[in-house]
């Protein structure tokens, strides 16, 4: 039996997401978010929700444009930093001893060390309520080579990117592989298909 737990911002897994901006000065800044994803095929998008109080908000209205940063395992402890501290306040690239390198194709700064980045063009900006939704369109993405598999995509198992998790608060390593997509699912159809070859004879 369900229980029914509230309206609450649950869901699982979430990403671990660091976003960066430039400040009114040319300041390369980073935060974490969660509250983030793919948003369109074509052309190719992805949402990240920010709230206005953040120091990061204000870069993305400034330079229309940010990346998305992908952090490998190694990095957990880095990226929750950068959702802790306010660039008004520390230089977090400095602190973490991580490299932002200036992207060619946006206004915005990306983590050098982390193995995917997403270079992304500020599309839409929607005010929902505590939080604002940016559409960046997708640009590029920069892949280390070291995990992109035979077909030239990034490999899962190679990234090994952070969740998080809503509910405790807490942050997780990738599982195992379950299987392909869009391709499993073909053995309900075929249990359908028995099934209703049982019931016609």
């Known amino acids: 039996m369900k229980q029914s737990i509230g309206?609450?911002?649950?869901?699982?897994?979430?990403?671990t997401w660091v976003v960066g901006t430039y400040?009114?000065?040319?300041?390369?800044?980073?935060?974490?978010?969660?509250w983030a994803g793919i948003c369109c095929s074509t052309p190719p998008c992805i949402s990240i929700s920010l709230?206005?109080?953040t120091y990061s908000y204000a870069g993305i209205v400034e330079n229309k444009a940010f990346t998305v940063n992908i952090p490998s395992e190694k990095y957990v402890k880095e990226a929750d930093y950068f959702g802790i501290a306010s660039g008004r306040d520390e230089n977090k690239f400095e602190l973490t001893c991580l490299t932002p390198k200036k992207s060619e194709l946006v206004p915005a700064p990306y983590v050098e060390e982390f193995p995917v980045v997403i270079e992304c063009k500020l599309l839409h900006t929607i005010e929902i309520g505590l939080h604002t939704?940016?559409?960046?369109?997708i640009m590029d993405i920069m892949a280390e080579e070291s995990i992109l598999d035979e077909n030239g995509n990034p490999d899962i198992e190679k990234i090994r990117p952070v969740v998080y998790g809503t509910g405790n608060r807490s942050y997780y390593g990738i599982g195992c592989n379950l299987g392909k997509a869009f391709s499993i699912g073909k053995e309900c159809l075929l249990k359908r298909t028995t099934k209703y070859n049982t019931y016609s004879k």
Request: glycine residues 6%.
């Open 51 to 53: 709230r206005k109080a």
């Open 23 to 34: 400040d009114m000065n040319g300041k390369p800044n980073a935060m974490t978010v969660a």
């Open 133 to 137: 939704l940016f559409v960046g369109e």
């Open 7 to 15: 309206a609450k911002t649950l869901a699982f897994p979430t990403p």
